[in-house]
């Protein structure tokens, strides 16, 4: 309600219309670098779909921009049994130029789109496993990886580097459903060397999964093993 009022006193809606035309082409080169049917293929990987899926882009959405980098926040709404999901997503460059609108970078938009939205399939079934990872949550209180992963991103809770490790592994999975294995070669090295150390056994781990889709049609009955 409070988001409502505010949209209706700042009259929100007059701002959108007022730069619609800034919008679109800042959605028509952020469309330029999304993995096409990248939905069906995260829909195939993790064996379930939502009623639709959404990208907001936020060109003022303040982020430090360093080497390409960029924020994504996933969301959902519901309504019933219907499920919507949205990406959020901050500009991953710098504009220098009037014709640029800051999501000109292929790594950033498809990292970080089929990233959030992989949340929404992820982080449940992590919450719902909570008693399983809790018989490690020491390893990671007592390491030095908590530490390091707080330093990355702000991954200070046990069960959100899980999720996080996850959400990335899918990330790969996907790519190479997709038959992109330079993607796949790049998210990999780009995530271990943010510190991302368990992606290679879950990597072999999630062969499994792949070999036995009748055993496991979705990847909330495998994310137990």
């Known amino acids: 309600d409070e988001l409502a009022d505010f949209y209706k006193v700042e ?3 007059r701002f959108f ?3 619609r035309s800034f919008y679109k082409s800042a959605e028509k080169e952020f469309d330029q670098q999304i993995p096409k049917g990248f939905a069906k293929a995260m829909e195939k990987y993790y064996g379930e779909k939502f009623n639709s899926y959404t990208v907001l882009l936020s060109p003022v959405m303040m982020w430090p921009i360093d080497d390409g980098e960029g924020r994504g926040i996933g969301a959902k709404t519901e309504v019933g049994n219907k499920v919507d999901i949205y ?7 710098r504009v220098t130029q009037p014709d640029q609108y800051g999501y000109d970078n292929q790594f950033q938009a498809r990292f970080l789109t089929v990233h959030e939205f992989g949340h929404s399939f992820v982080n449940k079934e992590v919450y719902k496993n909570k008693e399983n990872i809790d018989r490690f949550k020491s390893l990671f ?3 030095k990886l908590k530490e390091t992963m707080i330093k990355t991103g702000g991954y200070g809770d046990y ?3 899980v999720a ?3 959400v990335r592994l899918g990330e790969i999975e996907i790519a190479l459903l997709q038959n992109d294995q330079e993607r796949a070669d790049k998210l990999l090295a780009y995530h271990l060397k943010n510190n991302f150390i368990f992606l290679p056994q879950l990597l072999g781990k999630i062969k499994e999964y792949n070999n036995d889709r009748k055993k496991y049609p979705s ?3 495998f994310v137990p093993k």
């Open 141 to 143: 209180e007592e390491s």
């Open 164 to 166: 996080e490790h996850l």
């Open 11 to 13: 009259n929100i809606d």
């Open 87 to 93: 990406e959020i997503a901050s500009p991953f460059v």
């Open 219 to 221: 990847f909330r009955m």
């Open 159 to 161: 069960q959100t580097c």
């Open 17 to 19: 219309k007022e730069n």
